[in-house]
């Protein structure tokens, strides 16, 4: 079996999956891979700086846009980063994003040491998504090489522009509690990570697994693989209807709407959200939990 | 009613000689022997050493950083990394460890709720968190306008609404400098509000929270982390205290000499010197050992200077009004003579401290050595002999730049009792543990008596939690066990307004959803403060 872990959901879902996934020695995946473990593994390459929306509201005078749409995915930023208002917004918006990062490398190590006089005015955001960046591995790590060589002689800080609601927080929510942000198979006897097979359409075309238990609404799952999904028995566990056909859904409550959640903001600030009004709904975790416990009996 | 029978028993609140006679439990707690009743179990632990459980006072394993710092982990394959576990598996290890009580060193307001779910997973152990504030606008705001009862409020306030136990402050200032483009501020410098420095926000920050009673002192990683020389600074930032309570964390990563090659010496003999000129203050020494390590700190102007340095990938977090988050993977190696000093300082600092209750084993767990290597360091700290072989294996310059070689004492069992039960304890303002009085918890480990020190203490022979087994075996149960210890301070809540609107021009979240956002914390203790008034 496969458990999907969905970006919608609040970050309490994790331990409970993983305790499920655990007693039925499943494979634990999530709806955004790249959130997930290919921008973890660029960090792991290159590091990254980041900082809070507050420094970046107070202290950014630049930006620098990976991608020509990524403000429009953004509406609120604004707010928090008033030099976008003031019109000190670069785009870069190469088609070829590895080119157009290896020139920019060139041309930041030719004009680092330039750069290391008058810090005070200086302090810029570099604002990407997974779009821009292809969802590549090598991209992300070159984008984050070339952050940390504009820090050489300035102050560059990096905001990533997740794509979901909680993308962040499924990640890191996992990365506490299992050690990775998902591409794992877990049981009793530990955890296993393998980004290259562990992944949702090789454990389906690899006949790995025959039932996927998807948490939350897959909104960002690619097309190519919600076809996989119609290979093996999908049980969805969602707030809302989805463009899946499950053999089985199970609605569940939406965190900050009839229950409470932890989901992370942009910044990857928690914010505990309160339920708007009560219903009938159960949090995801206690469906989890319940059937963790069914089985244990 | 359970009687322990048969064991050397070592109660640090007793010296440090181990006393014959039986331990008696009851509900939870030691009680004074009985003559009139018959214990419904007696656990045989003839050839047994008994002592009060392990009390951590110092290690990573919660929040938000730990999250950051497991990218530098993944790899491939199955995972099992002492560096890094997870709060339940850390739980276990610690436990497995004979340790019962661990506090994590530092969370910051702003990611206290992810503090908060990691310690809830951390079942088994008391646990619980310091909150970082050496670099929280509002706080430093107070105290540059020398505002202490605002300042006491303001403290109070953000201990109570991050859910931790102490205030921790590291390198205040540091952070704001750093962000402004400034180096750390020494200790006599403006930080950059008004004509605050860092010795008025240690004094200052000392004085409030011991008026406020909290039962662990202000929690301090002092300025200048890691650099060759910094033992002066270091004694003056203990001179500073002016003899208040107050607890210095990691203090090996500050009590280096500066060598005439212009790297390390030990600075150990003169730090032990100035700390026993003030009998209130307590240390953790923060040993390396040799191996990986993970640099786990809110210390942004000591990392990033360690980076600049390696030249190595770090990640680095800045918070609004606080400090950051950095992390930075390190190996530590024996022939490596700045490795090699660091290594003999730490022992040397542990050596020459002549109190054990006063000066506790830690590793500042992973920044470093991972805490399962504490039995290799209590070996070398109980046997000389152990002590110089590994000096043999380290480079010269462990014994040509420290006093480690000539140093003979040999911790004796009741002293290493002393400075990981009963000193930790003490400090944490935790009378019920770390000794094993009538009336104490009854958190003990067992150990069977043998040669192999590293062997005995890797692995005791069971640990009980409040009077029941919760490791035997190699067997870990942790269901049921361990509360949060929170410390709630006393506060006046009419200040509420100007704290909000003071804070809501700082930050970007609202006043409502800051720190643990109003949660209400499940399975917590309030551990008093017991304030005599300002
Ligand atoms: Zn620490």
């Known amino acids: 079996m496969a458990v999907v872990l969905c970006s919608d959901l609040p970050q309490e879902a994790v331990p409970a999956a993983l305790a499920f996934c655990q007693q039925h020695s499943a494979f634990l995946v999530t709806d ?95 604002l990407f998504d997974k779009n821009w960046l292809q969802e590549d591995l090598h991209i992300a790590v070159e984008l984050l090489h ?11 800080y990096s905001l990533y522009a997740a794509p979901a609601a909680n993308s962040l927080g499924i990640c890191n929510a996992l990365l506490s509690t299992a050690g990775c942000p998902g591409n794992m198979h877990v049981s009793l006897a530990g955890i296993e990570y393998d980004p290259r097979q562990f992944r949702l359409h090789q454990l389906i075309n690899n006949g790995w697994v025959d039932t996927c238990l998807i948490a939350g609404n897959p909104s960002l799952m690619p097309a190519a693989l919600k076809e996989d999904l119609k290979k093996v028995t999908t049980i969805l566990l969602s707030p809302e209807p989805t463009d899946l056909k499950p053999a089985l859904t199970l609605p569940v409550a939406r965190a900050g709407v009839d229950c409470a959640g932890t989901m992370q903001r942009l910044d990857q600030v928690p914010l505990r959200l309160q339920p ?10 206690a469906i989890f939990n319940s059937l963790t416990g069914r089985a244990a009996v | 009613m359970i009687v322990i029978h048969g064991a050397e028993v070592y109660n640090p609140a007793r010296g440090h000689a181990p006393q014959p006679g039986d331990l008696w439990i009851e509900d939870g707690r030691i009680i004074t022997p009985r003559q009139d009743v018959i214990p419904e179990q007696v ?59 661990v506090f994590d060193a530092a969370t910051s307001p702003l990611y206290a709720f992810s503090s908060y779910s990691d310690l809830r997973q951390m079942e088994g152990v008391d646990r619980g968190t310091f909150v970082l504030a050496g670099d929280h606008h509002l706080l430093l705001q107070a105290l540059a306008s020398n505002d202490m009862d605002y300042a006491r409020n303001i403290i109070a306030w953000l201990v109570s609404c991050s859910g931790g136990y102490a205030l921790k402050l590291v390198n205040p200032g540091g952070g704001l400098a750093w962000k402004n483009h400034r180096k750390a501020p020494d200790l006599d410098e403006g930080i950059g509000i008004g004509t605050l420095t860092q010795r008025d926000v240690l004094k200052r920050c000392v004085q409030a929270v011991n008026q406020l009673g909290m039962p662990h002192p202000v929690h301090i990683h002092a300025g200048q982390l890691g650099q060759p020389g910094n033992a002066v600074n270091f004694c003056n930032s203990i001179r500073a205290l002016e003899s208040q309570r107050a607890h210095l964390c990691h203090i090996q990563f500050f009590s280096y000499g500066l060598d005439p090659s212009g790297g390390y010496r030990s600075g150990a003999e003169e730090v032990v010197r100035t700390l026993e000129e003030f009998p209130q203050l307590t240390c953790d020494v923060g040993q390396i050992m040799f191996g990986d390590a993970m640099t786990v700190t809110a210390d942004t102007s000591a990392l990033s200077r360690l980076q600049q340095g390696l030249k190595k990938p770090w990640i680095s977090n800045q918070v609004e009004a606080e400090g950051g988050n950095n992390i930075l993977p390190l190996k530590y190696a024996p022939k490596d003579p700045s490795n090699a000093v660091q290594w003999a300082t730490g022992l040397e600092l542990l050596l020459l401290s002549p109190d054990p209750a006063r000066m506790f084993l830690t590793t500042d767990h992973p920044n470093g050595a991972p805490f399962e290597t504490y039995p290799q360091v209590i070996e070398l700290l109980m046997s000389r002999e152990a002590r110089l072989e590994a000096l043999q294996q380290v480079h010269r310059a ?37 000794h094993l009085e009538p009336g104490a918890l009854a958190d003990i480990r067992c150990y069977r008596k043998q040669a192999d020190i590293c062997g005995m203490f890797a692995s005791p022979e069971w640990v009980m939690k409040n009077g029941r087994i919760v490791y035997q075996n190699g067997r870990v149960d942790t269901q049921g066990f361990g509360e949060i210890l929170v410390a709630r301070p006393k506060w006046d809540q009419d200040q509420l307004p100007h704290i909000k609107s003071d804070l809501e021009n700082r930050i970007s979240i609202s006043f409502d959803l800051y720190a643990l956002g109003g949660t209400k914390m499940e399975n917590t203790r309030e551990v008093p403060c017991t304030s005599t008034g300002f």
């Open chain 1, 32 to 126: 955004d891979e790249f959130s997930g473990s290919i921008l973890s593994l660029a960090m792991k390459e290159a590091g990254t700086l980041s900082a809070s929306l507050g420094i970046l509201r107070d202290c950014i005078n630049r930006v620098i846009c990976c991608g020509g749409d990524i403000l429009q995915t953004l509406p609120r930023l604004e707010k928090f980063v008033p030099a976008v208002n003031a019109g000190h917004v670069r785009f870069l918006e190469d088609d070829n994003p590895l080119a157009a990062l290896q020139n920019l490398r060139l041309e930041t190590g030719a004009s680092a040491a330039n750069m290391a006089s008058n810090l005070d005015d200086q302090q810029g955001l570099v």
């Open chain 1, 146 to 156: 070339w952050l940390a060589d504009l820090n050489r002689g300035q102050r560059w």
């Open chain 1, 276 to 285: 708007l009004f009560t219903t009938s709904r159960v949090p995801v975790e």
């Open chain 2, 43 to 101: 656990i045989d632990a003839r050839g047994m050493i008994i002592a009060p459980a392990g009390v951590e006072i110092h290690t990573h394993v919660t929040g938000y950083p730990l999250s950051l710092a497991r990218r530098f982990t993944l790899s491939e394959g199955c995972r099992k990394n002492p560096l890094l576990p997870s709060p339940e598996e850390a739980a276990r290890l610690y436990l497995q460890l004979g340790y019962t009580t």
């Open chain 2, 398 to 434: 462990a014994r040509d730049r420290t006093g480690l070689a000539a140093i003979e004492r040999e911790y004796s069992l009741g002293e290493i009792f002393a400075m990981t039960s009963f000193g930790p304890a003490r400090s944490l303002g935790l009378n019920d543990r770390g």
